[in-house]
């Protein structure tokens, strides 16, 4: 049924049409909507049977949803930002106990300086800590891949993180196409988990494991990883069998098969680089975008086969390692090994930043051109980073960055409860 609807309320529709047995959040900006509408469908009761738990922080949120998976019960959470680190212990815990945990990520900065606008660098944090993550380019995508990500949890045993940038999709208000019921029952099927806790028999989860098995235990982790890098694209080919759109691909190519540039981004910027992507092919510039949905595992044979050609790749980022520069042009890298193609990673978008046509479209111009620096910070305003590095030069007491950076740009800091 195509509805009208904020992006948290649409991924809220659809986590309730596979049906949840439990959902425990703890409410934190941008991710508050979508928790607080599954909530109220607890409440009135057009989500049944389904408990939700109201929790003390977001740790006790994926604790409880760990609680809840080994009983048995299809459970879902949702977190961001500084929301996701405070449960960082449990979500090793969660991956390392194996159980089928779907949680939506709504992408917000980490602190500090603290800010509650949209980059990726949540989610990346976490990018190794045995989760399987994908990204949504649209709000449509975020509906279809919550409904795909509970089948692929549930098939292999692993938690699924399904991250969508906050405020640019939760709070975006879009066409988007929520499936029936039945649909939904056809596709994801009554969950039957791989493990259980049950009083018949009894078994330890989250046991002491040491040196003697340790690194058999984490091989079969990477394992089931592995086995996910098949079985996504055969859920997706099946929904999209059953719901005629293609939303749960391991990559999504756009314009690349002749294309000499190819930039790479996940999440939402993706729509952006379309569009830029349009308009200089009307410029007669061989340009394409490959999205890449799933970073964990990441498919590397796939981006290979759609890289292989390009003559040079640009990867756009929403977060970055710091020391080192590009996270997923790290991964590009790999994927190319051997192949005499530049890789360009350019860092946009941090904190909300607007990342525009215009600003994209210069950098391709530069990237094309082959003048482009290996790591660049897309509209970096290099006079204010000047100004800091000069305090500090000349100052030893020269104070608080952040504060110091906002006085230059005569904007007062806020403050943020």
Known sequence: MLKQLEGSRAVAE???????????????????????????????????????????????????????SAAGARTYTATASQGLLFMAEAVFNASGMGFPIVMTVANRAIGAPINIWNDQGDSMAMRDSGWLQIYATSNQEAVDLHIIAFRLAEEISLPVMVCMDGFVLTHAYERVDIPEQAEVDAYLPPFEPRQILDPAEPVTMGAMVGPEAFTEVRYLAHIKQMQALELLPKLAREFE???????????????????????????????????VIDTLRNEGHAVGVLAIRAFRPFPLAEVHDALMHAERVVVVERAFAIGQGGI???SIRKALQGRPAPIYTVVAGLGGRPITQASLNAMLHQAM?????????????????????????????????????????????????
């Open 241 to 275: 069998a059953r719901f005629g759109r293609d939303s749960g691909c391991l990559i999504q190519r756009y314009r690349t098969e002749d294309a000499k540039t190819i930039v790479v981004a996940l999440g939402s910027v993706v729509g952006t680089l379309q569009e």
């Open 14 to 68: 659809a986590v309730a049409l596979c049906r949840p047995e439990v959902v425990c959040a703890y409410p934190i900006t941008p991710q508050t909507h979508i928790v607080e509408a599954v909530g109220e469908m607890v409440r009135e009761g057009t989500l049944s049977p389904c408990e939700f738990i109201n929790v003390e922080s977001e740790f006790s949120a994926l604790s409880v949803a760990i609680g809840a």
């Open 328 to 330: 997923v042009a790290d």
């Open 369 to 417: 051109d082959d003048a482009l620096p290996s790591v660049t910070f897309l509209d970096l305003q290099t006079d204010v980073v000047e100004r800091a590095l000069e305090r500090e030069r000349s100052h030893r007491r020269s104070g608080p960055v952040a504060e110091g950076v906002l006085k230059d740009l005569g904007v007062k800091a806020m403050q943020y409860v």
